[in-house]
């Protein structure tokens, strides 16, 4: 009975329609995997490392992201559900006497999503509104992983008198063109995904 279910729904009805049937499969797939492990074996969600380095008068951050998802979350890329990868950066001032004075702070998403007619996953910058395109998840998952080059925080704003304190962590949501209903039940799965903070202090 279910399986007719299923079929109907992906096969008839607006796309709302189709991703909730998807969205009810994976929460039974959910329950019916209890046992299984939320990430693929061995895989992680993390930052593995960063760093500032000035570059053309701006301090830009290079960091290298282990951006493992479940392989619900997968399936549900696979089926049009779009997800945004979120870095939040920012940049303290540390003070001995005085509570840390933050001097920067930058929000940096980009969104990934499948374009069932090209069969590509479509990485989208929602900062600067720059698209590229890959041929596979894992390939694109590759390509935000690695951040390179991202402006934070002017040079000049970072006095060499002082001790400064950088903190960068990664989250993901699913927005865009899902009913709130739909987006609820996809929150009950294995879905989101956030980091903890990876700190490190900015060499004199």
Not at 25 to 40: G, I, K, M, Q, Y
Not at 80 to 106: H, N, T
Request: glycine share 6%; net charge neutral.
């Amino acid at each position: 009975m279910n399986g007719h279910i299923a079929n109907d729904l992906r096969t008839r009805g607006p796309a709302w329609l189709r991703l909730a049937g998807l969205a009810l499969l994976l929460c039974l797939t959910v329950v019916a995997r209890a046992d299984e492990p939320t990430l693929e074996d061995g895989a992680r969600f993390d930052v593995r490392s960063a760093f500032l380095e000035p570059a053309e008068h701006v301090y830009q951050l290079n960091a290298t992201l282990d951006l493992a998802l479940s392989r619900n979350a997968h399936q549900a890329i696979r089926e049009g559900v779009p997800v945004v990868l979120q870095l939040d950066v920012d940049v303290l001032r540390k003070r001995r006497y005085f509570i840390d004075e933050k001097v920067a702070s930058l929000v940096q998403r980009w969104q990934l999503r499948y374009h069932a007619l090209s069969e590509r996953y479509i990485v989208n910058n929602l900062n600067s509104g720059q698209q590229v395109s890959f041929t596979s998840l894992a390939a694109a998952l590759n390509g935000l992983s690695e951040v390179r080059g991202l402006p934070v925080i002017d040079e000049a704003l970072i006095e060499k008198d002082n001790h400064y304190e950088a903190s960068l962590r990664v989250q993901t949501t699913i927005e865009g063109g899902l009913p709130g209903a739909l987006k609820a039940m996809m929150f009950w799965m294995d879905w989101k995904r956030t980091t903890d903070w990876y700190t490190w202090t900015l060499p004199p």
